[in-house]
């Protein structure tokens, strides 16, 4: 009844579409139904009975007792259940997760996110166990079916009841891509009934008459018939009906009713969406295996007569081994009774009337039956072991035994190959299931949401949704929009995490010191090993130096460089000295040697020297006066705060001029001192007076 409850919500409207016929419409789904009973017979029996053999439930109640009059064991040797389990067991092994891609390029950094609530929403509802759930059903009845819908603000998936489920009987598509109806058939408490539509409360009372009985044609319902016991009489049948139909607007949607017998009590247009917005059906459905009838069916139809043929050689090896046959004449003895009983004894006593034992009478010989029955129960067990799963896919074969994950894997694809159909199908399944999960996700996560990233188990990061940033004009934008993820839903191929990471240990153990290095990186990034990062980090963790031997490390490197500078910047000032020697050389030789006098004897103060001169020599050689030196630079670089935040000013900006900070040669030069009485009339001082680093000049020096 879960799933009925949960399909629809007392806030959806009861919507039919336009020029529908109530009575019409109710008359034309019952007959739907009965159609999916009358010719779906035949199937619903061959999944009954495989129900019954996978639960060790191998002979009819006739051929038990038969078994019983002759004192024969029905024995019962399930290899079936094995081989399901086993299979259910490779699905676990081999799942994989979904993930997002995104469809545009604006959307790829949501396409993280879509991933993340997805693989949210999977876990909340403990998707490992109801995908391998489904899967058992599929293997087993032929049919595996979940739900998805909308429950507490959060999608949810629950597994359908197998024998509560209905279809289009003319559907042959394994994933029922072509039914143009379905749904669940149930019976319900009348309490519970009345409970959930209490206006019909009194006309369900009526159900109950014994007129208005509805009796199914179903075999599955004889299963459950002792276990409801005499709540038989309280019980009315509710069917939750879905059927495609064409929209108002243009296309196809699923319209759903409910209704028992001829009432009917409650419908409208699906409650949940698809990709485009359509009303969407919550079940999804998958089989192994159609035949040419159109009936499903799963791995037992074809082990089922192997079995058979197993638990009748079994029984009969022991019949034959607990029980003897005897010959005897006429009168050789006196109650031939009492000698079968007594050879069934361990401790009998044969009494021989007249004649001898081996020749007159004496046991049968059969052993050359038995071993007969012993060969024929070894080829059934073989044969079996053959189908589905092999021993190459158990890891049982030959040569398994020693070897290499490499080749545990290579002979496990060998033994996959005829399963192929089976994982593909079931595969399909899963990713259908995925996209309408995100659907049902963009659906319920209207609000604010956050969610939790499992995928680092040591580091627990939180991702948030739809969350709402006010910026500061106050204007309000949604971040993380769930209903704006325009993603493709994929699956991530699973290999075998055990084989693998096996084989990769392996592989480093014959590495030794080495894998510690670029090797061990390049092992792991052509692996196909999970958390290939965490490995990646744990590797470079190894490597790494301790912090305090890299800070001595880093401290030598800058020593270095600063030594470097220093060398350089000594070479560089020798070099300035020589011009600067120059220059002075060049002013001297344009400046007279001994001052004039005029012919009285006066003494005439001595021209300036030539500044065309100078200014000419100082163009030859220019020099950078007041720079700072490659050591200042190169302490200076490695003392520098880091850079602030956009928008902020770069430290120092504002403040007064020298306090700025960092050291005086790296601030700008002092001003050119003026030469005493100011320049010389007369003469345009050149440009490179006026440049910071020129060599200040005195005119009347």
Same mark, same amino acid.
């Given at each position: 009844?879960?799933?009925?409850?949960?399909?629809?919500?007392?806030?959806?409207?009861?919507?039919?579409?336009?020029?529908?016929?109530?009575?019409?419409?109710?008359?034309?789904?019952?007959?739907?139904?009965?159609?999916?009973?009358?010719?779906? $017979?035949?199937?619903?029996?061959?999944?009954?009975?495989?129900?019954?053999?996978?639960?060790?439930?191998?002979?009819?109640?006739?051929?038990?007792?038969?078994?019983?009059?002759?004192?024969?064991?029905?024995?019962?040797?399930?290899?079936?259940?094995?081989?399901?389990?086993?299979?259910?067991?490779?699905?676990?092994?081999?799942?994989?997760?979904?993930?997002?891609?995104?469809?545009?390029?604006?959307?790829?950094?949501?396409?993280?996110?879509?991933? &993340?609530?997805?693989?949210? +929403?999977?876990?909340?509802?403990?998707?490992?166990?109801?995908?391998?759930?489904?899967?058992?059903?599929?293997?087993?009845?032929?049919?595996?079916?979940?739900?998805?819908?909308?429950?507490?603000?959060?999608?949810?998936?629950?597994?359908?009841?197998?024998? $509560?489920?209905?279809?289009?009987?003319?559907?042959?598509?394994?994933?029922?891509?072509?039914?143009?109806?379905?749904?669940?058939?149930?019976?319900?408490?009348?309490?519970? +009934?009345?409970?959930?539509?209490?206006?019909?409360?009194?006309?369900?009372?009526?159900?109950?008459?014994?007129?208005?009985?509805?009796?199914?044609?179903?075999?599955?319902?004889?299963?459950?018939?002792?276990?409801?016991?005499?709540?038989?009489?309280?019980?009315?049948?509710?069917?939750?009906?879905?059927?495609?139909?064409?929209?108002?607007?243009?296309?196809?949607?699923?319209?759903?009713?409910?209704?028992?017998?001829?009432?009917?009590?409650?419908?409208?247009?699906?409650?949940?969406?698809?990709?485009?917005?359509?009303?969407?059906?919550?079940?999804?459905?998958?089989? #192994?295996?159609?035949?040419?009838?159109?009936?499903?069916?799963?791995?037992?139809?074809?082990?089922?007569?192997?079995?058979?043929?197993?638990?009748?050689? +079994?029984?009969?090896?022991?019949?034959?081994?607990?029980?003897? $046959?005897?010959?005897?004449?006429?009168?050789?003895?006196?109650?031939?009774?009492?000698?079968?009983?007594?050879?069934?004894?361990?401790?009998?006593?044969? $009494?021989?009337?007249?004649?001898?034992?081996?020749?007159?009478?004496?046991?049968?010989?059969? !052993? +050359?039956?038995?071993?007969?029955?012993?060969?024929?129960?070894?080829?059934?067990?073989?044969?079996?072991?053959?189908?589905? #799963?092999?021993?190459?896919?158990?890891?049982?074969?030959?040569?398994?035994?020693? &070897?290499?994950?490499?080749?545990?894997?290579?002979?496990?694809?060998?033994?996959?190959?005829?399963?192929?159909?089976?994982?593909?199908?079931?595969?399909?399944?899963?990713?259908?299931?995925?996209?309408?999960?995100?659907?049902?996700?963009?659906?319920?996560?209207?609000?604010?949401?956050?969610?939790?990233?499992?995928?680092?188990?040591?580091?627990?990061?939180?991702?948030?949704?739809?969350?709402?940033?006010?910026?500061?004009? %106050?204007?309000?934008?949604?971040?993380?929009?769930?209903?704006?993820?325009?993603?493709?839903?994929?699956?991530?191929?699973?290999?075998?995490?055990?084989?693998?990471?096996?084989?990769?240990?392996?592989?480093?153990?014959?590495?030794?010191?080495?894998?510690?290095? #670029?090797? !061990?990186?390049?092992?792991?990034?052509?692996?196909?090993?999970?958390?290939?990062?965490?490995?990646?980090?744990?590797?470079?963790?190894?490597?790494?130096?301790?912090?305090?031997?890299?800070?001595?490390?880093?401290?030598? %490197?800058?020593?270095?460089?600063?030594?470097?500078? &220093?060398?350089?910047?000594?070479?560089?000032?020798?070099?300035?000295?020589?011009?600067?020697?120059?220059?002075?050389?060049?002013?001297? &030789?344009?400046?007279?040697?001994?001052?004039?006098?005029?012919?009285?004897?006066?003494?005439?103060?001595? #021209? !300036?020297?030539?500044?065309?001169?100078?200014?000419?020599?100082?163009?030859?050689?220019?020099?950078?006066?007041?720079?700072?030196?490659?050591?200042?630079?190169?302490?200076?670089?490695?003392?520098?705060?880091?850079?602030?935040?956009?928008?902020?000013?770069?430290?120092?900006?504002?403040?007064?001029?020298?306090?700025?900070? %960092?050291?005086?040669?790296?601030?700008?030069?002092?001003?050119?001192?003026?030469?005493? %009485?100011?320049?010389?009339?007369?003469?345009?001082?050149?440009?490179?007076?006026?440049?910071?680093?020129?060599?200040?000049?005195?005119?009347?020096?």
């Amino acid at each position: 009844m879960q799933a009925l409850s949960a399909a629809t919500s007392p806030a959806i409207s009861d919507q039919r579409p336009e020029g529908e016929d109530q009575n019409t419409a109710l008359s034309r789904r019952q007959r739907w139904f009965r159609a999916f009973e009358t010719n779906k $017979r035949r199937e619903l029996d061959e999944q009954r009975i495989a129900r019954q053999y996978y639960h060790d439930k191998q002979w009819t109640d006739e051929e038990v007792l038969r078994l019983k009059k002759r004192g024969q064991q029905a024995t019962v040797r399930n290899r079936i259940k094995r081989k399901v389990d086993f299979l259910v067991g490779i699905e676990q092994r081999l799942r994989r997760d979904p993930k997002a891609y995104p469809r545009t390029p604006k959307h790829e950094h949501g396409a993280d996110k879509a991933t &993340a609530g997805l693989r949210f +929403a999977c876990d909340i509802n403990r998707w490992e166990k109801v995908s391998s759930d489904v899967m058992h059903d599929g293997l087993v009845s032929g049919l595996g079916i979940v739900f998805l819908g909308i429950e507490d603000g959060d999608p949810k998936i629950k597994p359908v009841a197998v024998d $509560r489920f209905f279809y289009d009987p003319r559907s042959r598509m394994p994933d029922f891509s072509d039914a143009r109806y379905l749904g669940l058939h149930l019976w319900l408490d009348v309490d519970e +009934a009345t409970e959930r539509w209490p206006d019909y409360a009194d006309r369900l009372e009526g159900m109950l008459d014994a007129n208005n009985v509805q009796v199914t044609g179903m075999i599955s319902e004889q299963d459950h018939a002792q276990q409801w016991g005499d709540l038989e009489n309280r019980r009315v049948r509710i069917i939750e009906f879905w059927e495609k139909r064409k929209l108002p607007t243009g296309g196809f949607g699923w319209h759903y009713c409910f209704f028992t017998g001829e009432l009917y009590l409650e419908g409208g247009w699906s409650p949940y969406k698809g990709a485009k917005g359509e009303p969407d059906c919550p079940y999804e459905a998958w089989t #192994p295996y159609v035949d040419e009838r159109g009936d499903r069916y799963g791995m037992i139809r074809t082990m089922k007569s192997v079995q058979d043929e197993i638990n009748y050689s +079994a029984s009969k090896i022991l019949h034959r081994i607990s029980t003897d $046959r005897f010959f005897y004449n006429e009168g050789a003895i006196e109650d031939v009774d009492e000698l079968g009983r007594q050879l069934a004894r361990p401790d009998g006593k044969i $009494r021989i009337q007249a004649g001898e034992w081996g020749k007159t009478v004496g046991i049968v010989d059969q !052993g +050359a039956k038995i071993q007969g029955e012993t060969e024929r129960f070894q080829m059934a067990v073989t044969e079996i072991e053959n189908l589905g #799963p092999n021993p190459g896919l158990v890891g049982r074969g030959e040569g398994v035994d020693g &070897a290499s994950g490499r080749a545990l894997l290579a002979q496990r694809d060998s033994g996959m190959t005829e399963l192929s159909p089976v994982f593909e199908r079931h595969r399909d399944w899963k990713l259908r299931v995925y996209r309408k999960l995100w659907t049902r996700c963009q659906q319920a996560w209207t609000g604010e949401k956050w969610i939790r990233i499992t995928d680092d188990a040591d580091q627990v990061q939180f991702v948030g949704l739809n969350q709402i940033e006010v910026g500061p004009d %106050g204007s309000m934008k949604m971040n993380n929009n769930v209903n704006e993820m325009d993603v493709d839903i994929i699956l991530n191929e699973g290999p075998d995490t055990i084989t693998m990471n096996e084989e990769l240990m392996q592989t480093f153990s014959h590495l030794g010191e080495v894998a510690a290095g #670029p090797l !061990g990186k390049v092992m792991i990034e052509l692996s196909n090993a999970p958390n290939k990062e965490r490995l990646l980090k744990l590797l470079d963790s190894v490597n790494a130096p301790p912090p305090e031997v890299m800070q001595m490390q880093q401290r030598m %490197g800058q020593l270095e460089e600063m030594l470097k500078a &220093a060398m350089i910047d000594e070479k560089i000032a020798a070099v300035e000295n020589k011009r600067a020697d120059t220059v002075a050389k060049l002013l001297t &030789a344009s400046t007279p040697a001994a001052p004039v006098t005029d012919p009285y004897g006066m003494q005439i103060q001595a #021209p !300036g020297p030539d500044l065309g001169v100078a200014m000419q020599a100082m163009a030859m050689f220019p020099l950078h006066y007041g720079g700072p030196t490659l050591e200042q630079t190169a302490e200076h670089v490695s003392s520098q705060p880091p850079p602030g935040p956009p928008g902020q000013p770069p430290p120092g900006q504002g403040e007064p001029a020298g306090q700025q900070g %960092g050291p005086p040669d790296m601030q700008q030069p002092p001003p050119m001192p003026q030469a005493p %009485g100011g320049p010389v009339a007369g003469q345009m001082m050149p440009e490179q007076i006026t440049q910071s680093g020129a060599l200040p000049i005195n005119p009347g020096a």
